[in-house]
């Protein structure tokens, strides 16, 4: 189900309930999360009860998605994002990992390239 469908947006009158509802009024996760942290469905059970928010977030996660990404996705300020995603890592339903960077630096001749065509078109 898309982020904006369902009773919780409205077309007109935008989100029907205060974000911080969502979270039940927490502002801090128990797990920590940047916005590049990469979050992925386990395939556990979750034996707590999931809010809606909560079960589109876990949908977002059938591959490693970022947080910022599902936050996005749900229209959530990202520390309520953070908050939905840190009791989905509580009760085993998602695990986390830090985003993989590649180990080699870009290709200084490709910058220069750019950095070149930059400047003709100025």
């Known amino acids: 189900m898309p982020p904006h469908d369902g009773p919780w947006l409205d077309d007109a009158a935008g989100r029907l309930i205060r974000p911080y509802t969502v979270s039940d009024g927490r502002t801090r996760p128990t797990t920590a999360f940047d916005l590049l942290t990469m979050v992925r469905a386990t395939g556990t059970e979750p034996l707590m009860h999931l809010g809606p928010e909560h079960t589109q977030a876990l949908g977002l996660c059938a591959h490693p998605t970022s947080v910022a990404e ?17 009791d989905l890592v509580g009760c085993g339903a998602l695990t986390t990992h830090a985003p993989r960077f590649d180990d080699q630096p870009t290709d200084l001749s490709l910058l220069e390239a750019v950095l070149d065509g930059l400047r003709r078109r100025l």
């Open 70 to 86: 599902i936050a996005a996705y749900l229209r959530l300020p990202v520390v309520v994002t953070k908050v939905l995603l840190s």
